[in-house]
Antibody, heavy 118, light 110 residues
């Protein structure tokens, strides 16, 4: 079955760029039909959708984060990535990658905690 | 402040039926299908209900969803201790052009 796994630094300095990668196993990103998303959860808080990418490279971002977010895909590695620039302590959160379609996010990674601190 | 509104907490005793509400607007729940996610402590969210009332394979039929207008609800019947979790509703918002979530409801099984 399809599984997703996030990876990347757990600590990022303020003003720097947060970079995370999601590796997809058990299925191909290129098979189409799904949108590959990033979602975050601030400590003790609810969920916030960051954006998604289609295998073709088409992207859609949360308007509140759009100016700082870039999501890219590498179909050869079956991975997609998140870059969030100019981070502050407010970006400290657990970051999840997830597979979705028009209806819902049906498969989630286990999540990775990213702390923004000097 | 979440776009979708959920009660912060709910509770029930084993065997009881509980419902969790989710309120939105015409740009999200009113024009889109609704999903529910269950997040057990320390784990990633799991899809519980999609398209308002559909259960993915493996989700017990104790869980059911409904939607009317700009509101929706999740019902859990025959409450079990393992149902103790946070529950989130979500929908696409046409005005914001993005997915929006409720603030989550913490369900306690007494």
């Amino acid at each position: 079955q399809v599984q997703l796994q996030e990876s990347g630094p757990g600590l990022v300095k303020p003003s720097q760029t947060l970079s995370l990668t999601c590796t997809v196993s058990g299925g191909s990103i290129s098979s189409g039909g799904y949108y590959w998303s990033w979602i975050r959860q601030h400590p003790g808080k609810g969920l916030e959708w960051i954006g998604y990418i289609y295998y073709s490279g088409s992207t859609y971002y949360n308007p509140s984060l759009k100016s700082r977010v870039t999501i890219s895909v590498d179909t050869s590695k079956n991975q997609f990535s998140l870059k969030l620039s100019s981070v502050t302590a407010a970006d400290t959160a657990v970051y999840y990658c997830a597979r979705g379609d028009q209806e819902a996010f049906d498969i989630w990674g286990q999540g990775t905690m990213v702390t923004v601190s000097s | 402040q979440s776009v979708l509104t959920q009660p912060p907490s709910a509770s029930g005793t084993p065997g009881q039926r509980v419902t969790i509400s989710c309120s939105g607007s015409s740009s999200n729940i009113g024009s889109s299908t609704l999903n529910w996610y269950q997040q057990l402590p320390g784990t990633a969210p799991k899809l519980l209900i999609y398209s308002n009332n559909q259960r993915p394979s493996g989700v017990p039929d104790r869980f059911s969803g409904s939607k009317s207008g700009t509101s929706a609800s999740l019902a859990i019947s025959g409450l079990q201790s393992e149902d103790e979790a946070d529950y989130y509703c979500a929908a696409w918002d046409d005005s914001l052009n993005g997915w929006v979530f409720g603030g989550g409801t913490k369900l306690t099984v007494l």
